[in-house]
């Protein structure tokens, strides 16, 4: 809702409760997720205290082909850095692909440097968001072009394929094809990493005539009121409802460990939140995958590519 409403706008600080607040990091803003005591301090006084964290870059070369996406990208960074692979850096993402990475699929990106216990995940401005904050004055955040950096990575999108981390770890990554055919219970579809109407809007176009597998409960939270709206005005509340899916209301959902999306003991669940460890959403166990190797997974009742 931070970027929703346009309360923040590139360059701006911004602390909270939740530690994926660092997906602002998507509009070239610095979100911090803090303990209740640390942000009761800056309520009061508006002021806090940051250590500056090292630098790490990260450039993407190439396009994403389908059904490659950004949570497929983002999971083979994962797969590759491994869960403390960015421990206290912030990263820039950069190179010529990302200009066309929409605003959800930056979020998407930048939600999950947390999983990588990294601090934040600057993308620079380009012109959607620029004309998304069109109505705000910002200031220049692209890196110095002298930057020095500790580390520096290189992912060639176009060699990024449908990948899927094993229950346990958002760390523990494949390649879909690697366990496809595996039996499911269900599927989650939501959280701030892939439940924004462009997420959900895909699980429409999957689903559309068709009906959710017998035995499999398929739950979809969207992000925000916003997006519930959308889903509402677009017709594609009615598509989901049809095929035999659970829409909520918006929220967090399982990925915040309540709610829809929690598990059973012995079930198993694809999820496109941001994290599987275990008990995080329930007893069960957890992937993660892309909104589009869900819906399809959904269809067949076992984890499946898409056709």
């Not at 329930?282 to 056709?307: M, Q, R």
């Amino acid at each position: 809702m931070l970027f929703e409403e346009k309360i923040i706008k590139p360059g701006d600080t911004v602390v909270g409760t939740d530690s994926h607040l660092n997906l602002l990091g998507a509009f070239s803003s610095f979100g911090q997720g803090m303990g209740d005591v640390d942000i009761a301090f800056a309520f009061k006084t508006g002021k806090t205290w940051f250590e500056v964290p090292k630098s790490m870059k990260i450039e993407f070369k190439g396009k994403l082909d389908y059904p490659a996406t950004a949570k497929d990208l983002i999971l083979t960074i994962l797969g590759k850095l491994g869960s403390d692979g960015a421990l206290g850096y912030s990263i820039d993402f950069s190179g010529v692909s990302i200009e066309n990475l929409k605003i959800d699929e930056r979020i998407t990106i930048s939600s999950m440097v947390t999983e990588m216990a990294g601090i934040i995940g600057f993308f620079p401005v380009n012109g959607e968001v620029e004309e998304y904050f069109k109505d705000k004055i910002f200031p220049d955040v692209n890196p110095d072009k002298d930057a020095k950096y500790e580390k520096e990575f290189s992912f060639n999108l176009s060699e990024v394929v449908p990948s899927i981390a094993l229950p346990g770890s958002p760390s523990k990554v494949v390649s879909v094809k690697d366990v496809e055919g595996e039996k499911i219970n269900s599927v989650f579809i939501g959280s701030c990493t892939n439940g924004r109407y462009s997420d959900i809007h895909k699980v429409a176009e999957i689903l559309k005539g068709k009906k959710v597998a017998k035995g499999v409960m398929l739950k979809i939270v969207p992000a925000t009121r916003r997006v519930w709206g959308e889903l509402l005005r677009s017709g594609d509340l009615e598509i989901l409802y049809n095929s035999g899916a659970i829409v909520s209301h918006p929220g967090c959902g399982g990925c915040a460990s309540g709610q829809i999306g929690m598990t059973g003991k012995g079930e198993v669940q694809i999820s496109t939140s941001n994290r599987n460890f275990k008990g995080k959403q329930g007893d069960g166990d957890t992937y993660l995958a892309s909104p589009i190797v869900a819906a399809f997974s959904a269809l067949k009742g076992e984890i499946s590519l898409p056709d």
